[in-house]
């Protein structure tokens, strides 16, 4: 009896994996390695004992690879000879989502960026929003947003060195690292009321004002957090195992992070003194005291100290903060009802708050016909910016993200050729990609 079923060619319907992998695996081969060229010849190379050549794939699913990035390499020996990244698997389509939503409405997908500290994500969003609709901010909503975002980075940078030091071999410090996360997610929670998808800004201020109490909490987190990190350097800047496995190790110059277009972290870590908190001051930078960490050696090493000490850096500005804070009085959110959401307050016991909450809900800041900006802030992992462009609606015409996960991913070919198999946990960790952020 014949089925009534029509047959079913899954080969021939389903032919994009296949076809995917022979066009990543034939880059591969045909790619020109700068091995022989640029680097160093074969004859420089150390002689390695295994003198098989061999394909590997790693990821995308695989704990080394910090999330779904996949690396497809070619090894001669130990030595990886050619290397070509796959990324693209967590691609959302984020840009194109923001056009269909109002400027307000987009503000949670931010948060799923970089998730590694949405805060910043949020505030690079209302900043280029309110640059694009002429907003102003109020001073000490300004104040708060700087606190916030560097609580962010610690975080952020927590991650990287608990995460980076586990995939060397040390879990003791990425525990470590653990508990003062869960620190910061408190007082997320209670600042906020999320621990991970804050959202708290808002375009033209913030969602809530911070009380006397989440102060105290940060303050008692800033004790804690630079004995800690005291001591972590302790055990970390002359420990010959840590030293040895980064050291030398995915060196760039100064010239070539420039040419890949490197940012953040990676590029001063090169000796580029590059921050846009203070060569294009953004909230209250240019009235607060902190340095731009350097180093010249341009190794994952060199990396390490770098963000070692913008944390460091990121505790004197949030001092800096709490100090001024409690000064500054004010309003938290920009009083015009056509920018900003109006107080709950407001909302609860008036008509017209009411109405306000409702129009601004539904359409939203509506900024003028044919206006455009870019705007950018220096997020932990570098120049996170947002271009916009508006037609004289609620929800933007055009929205492209520069994100500093995928710009400094450019970089990690380059870095990888050449470099030993063994080191490439150490190079995808000196990167710090959040692979949300670079698949977009």
Same mark, same amino acid.
């Given at each position: 009896?014949?089925?009534?079923?029509?047959?079913?060619?899954?080969?021939?319907?389903? +032919?994009f994996?296949?076809?995917?992998?022979?066009?990543?695996?034939?880059?591969?081969?045909?790619?020109?390695?700068?091995?022989?060229?640029?680097?160093?010849?074969?004859?420089d190379?150390?002689?390695?004992?295994?003198?098989?050549?061999?394909?590997?794939?790693?990821?995308?699913?695989?704990?080394?690879?910090?999330?779904?990035?996949?690396?497809?390499?070619?090894?001669?020996?130990?030595?990886?000879?050619?290397?070509?990244?796959?990324?693209?698997?967590?691609?959302?389509?984020?840009?194109?989502?923001?056009?269909?939503?109002?400027?307000?409405e987009?503000?949670?997908?931010?948060?799923?960026?970089?998730?590694?500290?949405?805060?910043?994500?949020?505030?690079a969003?209302?900043?280029?929003?309110?640059?694009?609709?002429g907003?102003?901010?109020?001073?000490?909503?300004q104040?708060? +947003?700087?606190?916030?975002?560097?609580?962010?980075?610690?975080?952020?940078?927590?991650?990287?060195?608990?995460? &980076?030091?586990?995939d060397? &071999?040390?879990?003791?410090?990425?525990?470590?690292?653990?508990?003062?996360r869960?620190?910061?997610?408190?007082?997320?929670d209670?600042?906020?009321?999320?621990?991970?998808?804050?959202?708290?800004s808002?375009?033209?201020?913030?969602a809530?004002?911070?009380?006397?109490?989440?102060?105290?909490?940060?303050a008692?987190?800033?004790?804690?957090?630079?004995?800690s990190?005291?001591?972590?350097?302790?055990?970390?800047?002359?420990n010959?195992?840590?030293?040895?496995?980064?050291?030398?190790?995915?060196?760039?110059?100064?010239?070539e992070?420039?040419?890949?277009?490197?940012?953040?972290?990676?590029?001063?870590?090169?000796?580029?003194?590059?921050?846009?908190?203070?060569?294009?001051p953004?909230?209250?930078?240019?009235?607060?005291?902190?340095?731009?960490?350097?180093?010249?050696? &341009?190794?994952?090493?060199?990396?390490?100290?770098?963000?070692?000490?913008?944390m460091?850096?990121?505790?004197?500005?949030?001092?800096?903060?709490?100090?001024?804070?409690?000064?500054?009085y004010?309003?938290?959110?920009?009083d015009?009802?056509?920018?900003?959401?109006?107080?709950?307050?407001?909302?609860?016991?008036?008509?017209?708050?009411?109405?306000?909450?409702?129009?601004?809900?539904?359409?939203?800041?509506?900024?003028?016909?044919?206006?455009?900006?870019?705007?950018?802030?220096e997020?932990?992992?570098?120049e996170?910016?947002?271009?916009l462009?508006?037609?004289?609606?609620?929800?933007?015409w055009?929205?492209?993200?520069?994100?500093?996960?995928?710009?400094?991913?450019?970089?990690?070919?380059?870095m990888?050729?050449?470099?030993?198999?063994?080191?490439?946990?150490?190079?995808?960790?000196?990167?710090?990609?959040?692979?949300?952020?670079?698949?977009?």
């Amino acid at each position: 009896m014949s089925s009534i079923v029509s047959p079913f060619d899954f080969k021939e319907q389903f +032919r994009f994996w296949p076809r995917h992998n022979e066009a990543l695996y034939r880059r591969l081969e045909s790619k020109h390695a700068w091995l022989e060229e640029r680097h160093r010849t074969p004859e420089d190379l150390a002689p390695d004992p295994l003198e098989n050549e061999m394909v590997l794939n790693i990821g995308p699913q695989h704990p080394a690879t910090h999330g779904v990035l996949r690396c497809a390499v070619k090894l001669d020996g130990e030595t990886i000879e050619k290397c070509v990244l796959d990324i693209g698997y967590l691609h959302r389509g984020i840009e194109k989502l923001a056009e269909a939503k109002t400027y307000q409405e987009f503000m949670p997908y931010t948060d799923r960026m970089d998730y590694l500290s949405p805060y910043s994500n949020n505030v690079a969003w209302c900043l280029a929003v309110e640059k694009l609709a002429g907003i102003e901010v109020p001073e000490r909503a300004q104040w708060i +947003r700087m606190m916030m975002c560097e609580l962010a980075r610690i975080s952020a940078h927590l991650l990287w060195l608990g995460v &980076g030091l586990m995939d060397a &071999g040390a879990v003791s410090v990425f525990l470590w690292c653990f508990e003062h996360r869960e620190d910061i997610y408190n007082i997320f929670d209670h600042v906020t009321g999320a621990r991970l998808t804050v959202s708290h800004s808002r375009i033209g201020g913030l969602a809530s004002d911070v009380t006397d109490e989440h102060l105290a909490m940060i303050a008692a987190f800033l004790d804690k957090f630079e004995n800690s990190i005291a001591g972590w350097e302790k055990l970390l800047n002359r420990n010959r195992i840590w030293i040895d496995r980064n050291e030398g190790i995915g060196v760039l110059t100064a010239e070539e992070v420039v040419e890949l277009g490197m940012t953040g972290p990676n590029l001063r870590g090169s000796g580029v003194a590059y921050d846009i908190r203070r060569f294009e001051p953004y909230l209250k930078y240019e009235e607060v005291d902190f340095n731009i960490p350097i180093r010249t050696e &341009g190794d994952s090493l060199a990396r390490y100290f770098v963000r070692m000490d913008e944390m460091k850096e990121s505790a004197r500005i949030i001092r800096q903060c709490l100090d001024r804070i409690p000064r500054v009085y004010g309003p938290i959110r920009n009083d015009d009802a056509k920018k900003a959401y109006p107080s709950k307050n407001e909302v609860y016991y008036s008509m017209e708050g009411m109405i306000h909450d409702f129009l601004y809900t539904d359409t939203g800041v509506c900024p003028p016909k044919g206006v455009w900006c870019y705007h950018a802030i220096e997020a932990p992992k570098g120049e996170l910016g947002f271009y916009l462009e508006s037609d004289g609606t609620g929800n933007p015409w055009r929205v492209r993200i520069n994100a500093p996960s995928f710009t400094n991913l450019q970089g990690l070919e380059y870095m990888m050729e050449g470099a030993m198999m063994g080191d490439m946990v150490i190079l995808i960790g000196t990167i710090d990609p959040v692979m949300g952020e670079a698949d977009k």
